[in-house]
């Protein structure tokens, strides 16, 4: 059996969509799937409810990320353990692609290469991931994908989920990198924010939680991984990269910029992206 851990806050127009692919197939029965609705005021447990006996369904008045996951954890039996953002799509053949991985023994924890799904994206977004998608962080399914999983030994890494912003960085930094890998054959689907603010809301989110980890963790931030510096100098030799490479460092730059600021004034504000949960149309300006 595969354990999968969902959490979910007020995700009732996108989890249908996540569930979907898991319990309309064959071979549903060889997956235990718990949906930790945190802080919901939407129908998002409702609608998980309808997907039967596969999917277990645990309601929290807390609206917290890490609580949700601890709790998906303590009503979950089996490894190898999958934890999948409530926004992503992921077959259930690459679930099992994942689990297979790990039963290999010679890796503690897993995940998918993200494939950006930019429909309905503006035209800056499009740049700004038209550079991020040949950077090495890029590759790294644990902190970009939305999924990663950890075997038994993997998880026993660390006790409780700690009340962190970014857990799949803490997640990761518990492995060295030949104890963890991204999967190139193993693809999910991420949707990003559609607009150019809202992406740089998430970029600060993003920016701050590292920065959170690293200041709580330091002994494990030799474990962080390659840095995008050596690429993005190279990539600064293809002119017509130009355009996309300003509006990446712009992004980042103003979000690292904000991050530091929050932290400075203790500001801890969920800088959720709602854009990429509307239906998809044309892209936005």
């Known amino acids: 059996m595969i354990s999968i851990v969902v959490p979910a806050h007020n995700?009732?127009?996108?989890?249908?969509?996540?569930?979907?692919?898991?319990?309309?197939?064959?071979?549903?029965?060889?997956?235990s799937v718990v949906v930790v609705c945190n802080g919901c005021s939407d129908e998002t447990a409702s609608t998980a409810r309808r997907f039967g006996p596969t999917v277990r369904v645990i309601e929290s008045e807390i609206a917290s990320k890490t609580h949700a996951l601890n709790l998906g954890d303590q009503n979950s039996h089996f490894f190898p353990r999958i934890y999948i953002d409530a926004d992503i799509l992921i077959t259930l053949d690459s679930i099992r692609a994942l689990a297979r991985r790990l039963e290999q023994g010679d890796v503690l924890a897993v995940a998918p290469t993200p494939e950006t799904d930019l429909t309905g994206c503006s035209?800056?977004?499009?740049?700004?991931?038209?550079v991020r998608s040949r950077l090495p962080s890029a590759g790294q399914g644990i902190g970009g994908s939305?999924?990663?999983?950890?075997?038994?030994?993997?998880?026993?890494?660390?006790?409780?989920?700690?009340?962190?912003?970014?857990?799949?960085?803490?997640?990761r930094i518990q492995f060295k990198p030949e104890?963890?890998?991204?999967?190139?054959?193993?693809?999910?689907?991420?949707?990003?924010?559609?607009?150019?603010?809202?992406?740089?809301?998430?970029?600060?989110r993003a920016c701050a939680g590292t920065r959170e980890v690293a200041r709580r963790f330091p002994q494990l931030c030799s474990n962080m991984g390659q840095t995008n510096n050596r690429t993005l100098i190279r990539l600064l030799k293809e002119p017509h990269l130009w355009p996309g490479l300003a509006i990446y460092c712009y992004v980042n730059i103003i979000a690292r910029c904000r991050a530091v600021v929050r932290s400075r004034i203790r500001a801890a504000v969920w800088q959720r992206d709602d854009t990429s949960r509307r239906p998809q149309s044309a892209p936005l300006s």
């Open 146 to 171: 939305g999924v990663y999983a950890l075997s038994e030994a993997g998880r026993r890494r660390f006790a409780q989920f700690p009340d962190v912003v970014a857990d799949d960085t803490y997640v």
């Open 123 to 130: 035209w800056m977004v499009r740049q700004y991931f038209s």
């Open 11 to 31: 995700e009732s127009a996108v989890i249908a969509r996540t569930l979907k692919p898991w319990v309309d197939g064959p071979g549903s029965e060889d997956i």
């Open 179 to 204: 104890e963890r890998e991204t999967l190139t054959s193993v693809k999910s689907t991420v949707f990003p924010a559609r607009t150019i603010w809202q992406l740089i809301a998430v970029r600060t």
